[in-house]
């Protein structure tokens, strides 16, 4: 079974600041035939369902801000949001879905500092 | 666009069952399998269960495997999850999740064992 791991689990930044949250794979997420990383984030807040925003590890989501980008390099995934917005206060995940068990990060908390 | 609506939650005691649906709409339903992911308050998510495309095979997570089902209703564009002898640890909001490079997720339904 894959095993996502996050860090940190959780996070205070500034508003206007930077915010990186990582997540890394026990095994490689890489389809070969394809070239693409089996690899999402998703923002949840309270009360609601995760939100996706990133899939095959770099590609945003339809409708989801451009401060928000994803990237890799190797097992590793990074999810970064340039300038941090108010609304951004919210937990983050990391999920791998290249092989079944698919699995998640276990989450970081992003707040306000 | 895409929607899946679930319904079903509710109370059980443990050992209980319970069945909960899937209404998907939006999309073509024969063409997405379907996962079933759970959230037990306070924690992370867990993937639960999943049914190809085509029906073929189903997969389950461990924890589940032996007392959970998935099974849909093409003509109803309707997914299901049967849960037998439910157990305290199964407490948790459940989401339908349509399959694909991006993962779209319905609003999810609760169900509670307790005694």
């Known amino acids: 079974d894959i095993v996502m791991t996050q860090s940190p689990d959780s996070l205070a930044v500034s508003l206007g600041e930077r915010a990186t949250i990582n997540c890394k794979s026990s095994q490689s997420v890489l389809y070969s035939s394809n070239n693409k990383n089996y690899l999402a984030w998703y923002q949840q807040k309270p009360g609601q369902p995760p939100k996706l925003l990133i899939y095959?590890?770099?590609t945003r989501e339809s409708g989801v801000p451009d401060r928000f980008s994803g990237s890799e390099s190797g097992t590793d995934f990074t999810l970064t949001i340039s300038s941090l917005q108010a609304e951004d206060v919210a937990l983050y995940y990391c999920?791998?879905?290249?092989?079944?068990?698919?699995?998640f990060g276990q989450g970081t908390k992003l707040e306000i500092k | 666009q895409v929607q899946l609506v679930e319904s079903g939650g509710g109370v059980v005691q443990p050992g209980g069952s319970l069945r909960l649906s899937c209404a998907a709409s939006?999309?073509?339903?024969?063409?997405?399998?379907i996962h079933w992911v759970r959230q037990s308050p306070g924690k992370g998510l867990e993937w639960v269960t999943f049914i190809p495309y085509d029906g073929s095979n189903k997969y389950y997570a461990d924890s589940v495997k032996g007392r959970f089902t998935i099974s849909r209703d093409i003509s109803k564009n309707t997914l299901y999850l049967q849960m037998n002898s439910l157990r305290a640890e199964d407490t948790a909001i459940y989401y339908c999740?349509?399959?694909?490079?991006?993962?779209?997720w319905g609003q999810g339904t609760l169900v509670t064992v307790s005694s």
């Open positions: 939006g999309f073509t339903f024969s063409n997405y399998g």
């Open positions: 095959w590890a770099s």
């Open positions: 999920q791998q879905y290249y092989s079944i068990p698919y699995s």
């Open positions: 999740v349509r399959d694909g490079g991006a993962w779209y």
